[in-house]
């Protein structure tokens, strides 16, 4: 049977609970982009509170005053901020995978606004950005992302956090090195025969200096790199599954520095 009631004391409980998830919508992929309607977030992270107040264990919150029960309030949000962030800031490799293919193939100066990212990026950043999110959708990526927020109640209670600052320093630390291991791989391709293509003009500079290089390299770079990008989107998929591991990895990370073990 479900029941709803509410008293003053589970109605605070529901509000750290409404806290926690609507700070992690606010800030994850797919649920929190800009363009996606503000009653729309709203409206989902009271009827997902409203299922987790009706699962979780309905515990005594021991706290002093107003001010007692701020902190409490604050803890949760960050608590939701961090888990969701862990899973949002993974999508800065594919971004940084494709500035990086433009900035080899002519494209830099031709940016865009990027919703999810709420940030200028370039043509080809946009364009993995949005196929790696329909990726995360068809793959159900966003329900394990949702999972996520849902268990962290297992180990993180409501007002159970124990900030660990060192182990998510560690664990940014590894993110930031992860991130451009990744991303080199995606561009690896475009990046090895841009390069040969540099070589081969160089050499074609010296044979020949009559010949402006530089007008005919700029269009030969545009073309090699979109004829490279269409032979490997095909290897998008496989992008894609380093990325969704990082931000398996980064989720664990930011739950396992906010409890005691």
């Known amino acids: ?89 993974c999508n800065s490799i594919i971004l940084l995978a494709g500035n990086l293919i433009d900035i080899n193939i002519g494209f830099a100066m031709a940016t865009e606004y990027n919703p999810q990212m709420r940030t200028q990026a370039s043509v080809s950043a946009n364009m993995y950005n949005y196929l790696i999110l329909l990726l995360l959708v068809v793959t159900n990526m966003h329900h394990y992302i949702l999972r996520a927020v849902a268990d962290s109640y297992q180990l993180i209670p409501v007002n159970g956090q124990v900030f660990q600052w060192d182990s998510l320093m560690q664990g940014m630390v590894t993110y930031m090195v992860d991130s451009f291991v990744i991303a080199f791989r995606i561009i690896l391709p475009v990046f090895a025969c841009i390069m040969i293509l540099n070589c081969i003009l160089g050499i074609m500079a010296k044979v020949s200096p009559q010949m402006n290089m530089f007008a ?46």
């Open 216 to 261: 005919v390299g700029m269009q030969l770079k545009v073309l090699c790199g979109l004829v490279i990008m269409f032979l490997t989107i095909g290897l998008l998929t496989n992008a894609a599954d380093f990325i969704f591991d990082e931000m398996k990895r980064m989720i664990v990370f930011m739950v396992k520095g906010m409890y005691e073990s």
């Open 1 to 89: 049977m479900v029941d709803y009631s509410f008293s003053l004391l589970t109605f605070e409980y529901f509000l750290l609970i409404l806290v926690r998830i609507s700070c992690f919508v606010y800030i994850a992929p797919f649920f929190g982009m800009s363009n996606t309607p503000g009653r729309l977030k709203i409206g989902f992270s009271f009827f997902v509170s409203l299922i987790m107040y009706q699962i979780l264990p309905k515990e005594e919150l021991v706290y002093t005053g107003i001010v007692g029960y701020s902190i409490i309030v604050i803890k949760e949000g960050i608590t939701g901020l961090l888990i969701g962030f862990g899973a949002n800031i």
